[in-house]
């Protein structure tokens, strides 16, 4: 849906809701400096995970080391502190840094890994809660004698 986005990545993106459910929207290509911040992200966030799920200490001061946010603030020396600080203060949660590592692979995927990948919609195509409002003006929703009363109808069944 992010074209110039890793496979995988946990995204935000605009969605339809109507009677058919959530849709995500197609978005395409993120401008060349956003997409760069957020692969930066997505790299710190994989090195977390993997360190998460192997133990690796190590990883762990890496991916803290090159957060964007931490790095600006703190040099190595204190990255290295803090993480020490954060093991001992939270070993009785994080028991897979004691040593007893499993690889990413060792953990079941959802779906056996497979991502949806939804496909860019036809040209002109519109999501069935848009459809009517196609052919003329967008319908602008009107404020009901309810909504003075306080209540503000929005919707099919909501009042």
Known sequence: MITNLPNG?????????????ISPAWVGPLP?????????????????VEAALTGNRELVRLAVLHDPLTSAV?????VWRMCDEMFEA???????FNGDGLRWSDRPLPADGAYRHPKPANAG???????????GAVEVASVSASA???????GYKDS
Do not use: F
């Open 9 to 21: 990545s946990t995204i935000e993106i605009p969605c339809y809701v109507d009677g058919n459910g």
């Open 74 to 78: 703190c040099n190595t020396d204190e």
């Open 125 to 135: 195509w519109l999501p069935p809660a848009l459809a009517t409002a196609h052919a």
């Open 148 to 154: 003075k009363a306080g209540s503000l109808s929005v």
């Open 32 to 48: 060349l400096q956003c997409a760069a911040t957020c692969r930066t992200s997505i790299s710190v966030q994989e090195m977390a």
């Open 90 to 96: 939270l070993a009785p949660w994080m028991p897979q």
